[in-house]
């Protein structure tokens, strides 16, 4: 048989309030306070746990160098040249005229001179398992 809609909003009234044993949501009030406690502690629980993880971590962590690095600093790739003054990188000139380009070409010219085979004829081939850091490197910024 089909419940009609006022029966079935009467037994959703007594099943949030039962007045004949005081439950509610059919529960009493002290297995609500029990749940409630319960999830509560565990709660607690797995906020500590989470928190001593987090602290043993950060407590493997060194701030200042990462875990996993090579060798050798990082390689050129990373590397820009400062060599643009009060500009920044930004960079604009005229392609008809060669005297807005000119400056920024003598710059570049002048940073990348320290790579020039004529300035590492000292550098000493590196092995695998022997690294040599040239004293006379004269590039600007060279760690």
Same mark, same amino acid.
Request: proline residues 5%; negative net charge; hydrophobic residues 35%.
């Given at each position: 048989?089909?419940?009609?809609?006022? #029966?079935?909003?009467?037994?959703?009234?007594?099943?949030?309030?039962?007045?004949?044993?005081?439950?509610?949501?059919?529960?009493?009030?002290? =297995?609500?306070?029990?749940?409630?406690?319960?999830?509560? /502690?565990?709660?607690?629980?797995?906020?500590?746990?989470?928190?001593?993880?987090?602290?043993?971590?950060?407590?493997?962590?060194?701030?200042?160098?990462?875990?996993?690095? *090579?060798?050798?600093?990082?390689?050129?790739?990373?590397?820009?040249? *400062?060599?643009?003054?009060? =500009?920044?990188?930004?960079?604009?000139?005229?392609?008809?005229?060669?005297?807005?380009? /000119?400056?920024?070409?003598?710059?570049?010219?002048?940073?990348?001179?320290?790579?020039?085979?004529?300035?590492?004829?000292?550098?000493?081939?590196?092995?695998?398992? =022997?690294?040599?850091? #040239?004293?006379?490197?004269? /590039?600007?910024?060279?760690?």
């Amino acid at each position: 048989e089909k419940k009609s809609c006022s #029966q079935r909003m009467a037994e959703f009234r007594h099943y949030c309030w039962n007045s004949d044993t005081g439950q509610m949501l059919g529960r009493t009030p002290a =297995r609500w306070v029990w749940i409630s406690l319960y999830y509560a /502690a565990f709660y607690v629980v797995m906020t500590g746990l989470f928190a001593l993880c987090i602290y043993v971590l950060m407590q493997t962590i060194d701030p200042y160098t990462p875990d996993y690095q *090579d060798q050798l600093k990082s390689p050129g790739v990373t590397l820009r040249p *400062d060599v643009y003054g009060e =500009r920044g990188l930004q960079i604009s000139y005229n392609v008809s005229e060669n005297s807005s380009w /000119a400056g920024l070409t003598h710059s570049l010219h002048s940073f990348l001179a320290g790579y020039t085979p004529a300035s590492q004829q000292d550098s000493i081939n590196c092995t695998s398992e =022997r690294y040599f850091f #040239q004293e006379s490197f004269a /590039a600007p910024n060279h760690t």
